[in-house]
Nanobody
């Protein structure tokens, strides 16, 4: 089993920054990838970024390229999502997930409870 706990969400004005953290515990080594997904109001859950525990295999959705940075700290079993130049359309519940390297949410077996990010205009 794997447990994931997100933190760092909140309310920020457009143009501002937030850093999300996802602390993992349990048998995380059985699944090599960590992903950040988000689900906005009335929208489907979508991929934001993916990284392997080794720090490689990084992927970003086009909507966040150049603004968001994903990183991992294997020693702390923690993954981060640095979000800069935030826009109102980034408003969503952000989830971290553990699974196979993929952009599909169906390839992720373990999920955190989510953290709300709200960007005001």
């Amino acid at each position: 089993q794997v447990q994931l706990v997100e933190s760092g969400g909140g309310l920020v004005q457009a143009g501002g920054s937030l850093r999300l953290s996802c602390a993992a515990s349990g048998r995380t080594f059985t699944r090599p990838a960590m992903g950040w997904f988000r689900q906005g109001p009335g929208k489907e859950r979508e991929i934001v970024a993916v990284i392997s525990w080794s720090g490689g295999n990084i992927y970003y959705a086009d909507s966040v390229k150049g603004r968001f940075t994903i990183s991992s700290d294997g020693a702390k079993s923690t993954v981060y999502l640095q979000m800069n130049s935030l826009k109102p359309e980034d408003t969503a519940v952000y989830y971290c997930a553990n699974g196979r390297p993929s952009t599909s949410l169906y390839d992720y077996d373990y999920w955190g409870q989510g953290t709300q990010v709200t960007v005001s205009s």
